[in-house]
């Protein structure tokens, strides 16, 4: 069943795909769960699936990472990155221009820290960096002797623009939105 249907307006529509995609951060199997982040190195872009943790009141997105990965080294070159989103069974797609801001041992990697327990603490313990190349698999599993919130990163993607693709039987819908200076979305349709 859509999400997007044709007598939606320009301005009920980024209500209608927070709400989905706040249920992707609360129910398990749901598809927004996961996303796709793509940042920016000089020659190309790069792209892996990260479980989106949270929607903020500002309309922004939280994803926990390591501090030593690739995708921070490239996020502090250049902010500009992108959150790709599909609901296989809504026929729903929305990617998101974002401004990448990173959160390392301030107030709200405390906040979430603790909630970061047991065997997913190791996402972010591991001895050497992630991507550093190792002769064995076991050299991988190696953990800090403590459990440390050294390298637990919050990352902020805050959208500046967004693109909804609903796909439909009756017709695709298409509409780009920007964020205008008092924070509202101002959309146009698209042809699909
Ligand atoms: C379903 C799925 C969810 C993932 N979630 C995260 C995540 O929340 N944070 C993260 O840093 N990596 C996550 N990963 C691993 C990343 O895709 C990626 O392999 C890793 O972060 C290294 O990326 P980088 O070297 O480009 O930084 C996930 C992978 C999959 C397949």
């Given at each position: ?85 599909y609901?296989d ?14 959160h ?25 960096a ?31 623009t ?18 205008t200076t ?11």
């Amino acid at each position: 069943m859509p999400v997007v249907l044709p007598h939606h307006t320009l301005e009920e529509i980024p209500k209608l795909l927070y709400a989905e995609l706040k249920k992707g951060t609360v129910q398990k199997k749901h598809p927004f769960k996961n996303v796709v982040l793509s940042t920016l190195t000089k020659e190309t872009s790069m792209s892996r699936w990260v479980v989106c943790r949270h929607v903020t009141a500002e309309q922004g997105f939280y994803i926990y990472t390591d501090n030593r990965s690739q995708k921070i080294l490239e996020l502090k070159q250049n902010p500009n990155c992108n959150l790709l989103f599909y609901h296989d069974r809504q026929g729903l797609q929305i990617r998101f221009n974002c401004k990448g801001k990173i959160h390392r041992q301030n107030e709200l990697t405390d906040k979430y820290w603790p909630g970061v327990k047991g065997y997913s603490a190791e996402n972010y313990t591991t001895s050497l960096a992630p991507g550093t190349p190792i002769a064995s698999i076991e050299d991988g599993q190696e953990f800090l002797k403590n459990i440390t919130d050294e390298y637990f990163t919050v990352l902020e993607l805050n959208p500046y623009t967004f693109e909804v693709l609903q796909l439909s039987r009756e017709g695709h819908i298409r509409a780009n939105f920007e964020k205008t200076t008092d924070d509202q979305w101002k959309g146009s349709f698209l042809v699909p």
